[in-house]
């Protein structure tokens, strides 16, 4: 009885220790199809002006602006990443290093695409990006400005897993999870929020659930502050 009891623990430990390495980076085992569609979760589409706003061709700005953004959360990240790995045959390490590379460009990083419709291309420089609480009005909590900062388009897990539309621009923007005083910028009590893209008196938004990867990374920053 003695003998088959150790065999018996012996063969737990050998299991265990096979099983460890491959919980540890779960990301790392997803296939093509399972990282796509975790890729693509997390990709919202809107407008910023109105579909019917008065059509008059104007030289310096666009009637109204096709929008598309994509939340970069930490498992968008990892989809990313892992799409690069099986494209490109990387190492395990070669993969947590584009992660890694990812999520020290910021607290998180929203990718946005606008296409301007009709009138001028061009989109102006003081285009603006704000986090806020989804349908935000008047005397909430303040909305979150982001930074854009096209550095990071040759961050290769910050690119997402959709092909590049030509028709669009393309935009990351940084944006904080954690205040000046190092709490969390949104309250646990926050289910959704939303993006809002303004361009000239243009305004559109898209909304997201808050995930909780984003919460725990929120949680992480804070305690280090």
């Given at each position: 009885?003695?003998?088959?009891?150790?065999?018996?623990?012996?063969?737990?430990?050998?299991?265990?220790?096979?099983?460890?390495?491959?919980?540890?980076?779960?990301?790392?085992?997803?296939s093509e199809d399972q990282a796509e569609k975790v890729g693509k979760s997390m990709r919202a589409d809107g407008r910023a002006g109105g579909r019917f706003d008065?059509?008059?061709?104007?030289?310096?700005?666009?009637?109204?602006?096709?929008?598309?953004?994509?939340?970069?959360?930490?498992?968008?990240?990892?989809?990313?990443?892992?799409?690069?790995?099986?494209?490109?045959?990387?190492?395990?390490?070669?993969?947590?290093?584009?992660?890694?590379?990812?999520?020290?460009?910021?607290?998180?990083?929203?990718?946005?695409?606008?296409?301007?419709?009709?009138?001028?291309?061009?989109?102006?420089?003081?285009?603006?990006?704000?986090?806020?609480?989804?349908?935000?009005?008047?005397?909430?909590?303040?909305?979150?400005?982001?930074?854009?900062?096209?550095?990071?388009?040759?961050?290769?897990?910050?690119?997402?897993?959709?092909?590049?539309?030509?028709?669009?621009?393309?935009?990351?923007?940084?944006?904080?999870?954690?205040?000046?005083?190092?709490?969390?910028?949104?309250?646990?009590?926050?289910?959704?929020?939303?993006?809002?893209?303004?361009?000239?008196?243009?305004?559109?938004?898209?909304?997201?659930?808050?995930?909780?990867?984003?919460?725990?990374?929120?949680?992480?920053?804070?305690?280090?502050?």
């Open positions: 009885m003695g003998r088959s009891f150790i065999a018996g623990l012996l063969v737990m430990l050998s299991s265990a220790t096979e099983v460890l390495p491959q919980s540890k980076e779960a990301y790392l085992s997803w008065f059509r008059v061709i104007r030289t310096e700005r666009a009637v109204n602006y096709k929008l598309r953004a994509t939340w970069l959360t930490p498992e968008v990240i990892r989809a990313t990443a892992r799409l690069e790995q099986i494209r490109r045959r990387l190492s395990d390490e070669q993969t947590m290093s584009l992660v890694a590379e990812a999520e020290a460009a910021g607290h998180t990083v929203v990718l946005v695409e606008i296409d301007p419709r009709e009138g001028s291309g061009v989109i102006p420089l003081d285009w603006r990006a704000l986090l806020q609480v989804k349908d935000w009005k008047p005397g909430m909590s303040e909305s979150i400005v982001g930074a854009s900062t096209p550095a990071l388009k040759n961050t290769k897990a910050l690119a997402g897993v959709f092909r590049r539309d030509y028709s669009y621009d393309v935009f990351w923007v940084v944006f904080p999870l954690v205040s000046d005083n190092g709490a969390p910028v949104f309250a646990d009590s926050v289910r959704e929020i939303e993006l809002l893209v303004g361009i000239h008196e243009k305004e559109g938004t898209v909304s997201w659930t808050i995930p909780e990867s984003i919460r725990q990374r929120a949680r992480a920053l804070s305690s280090k502050k």
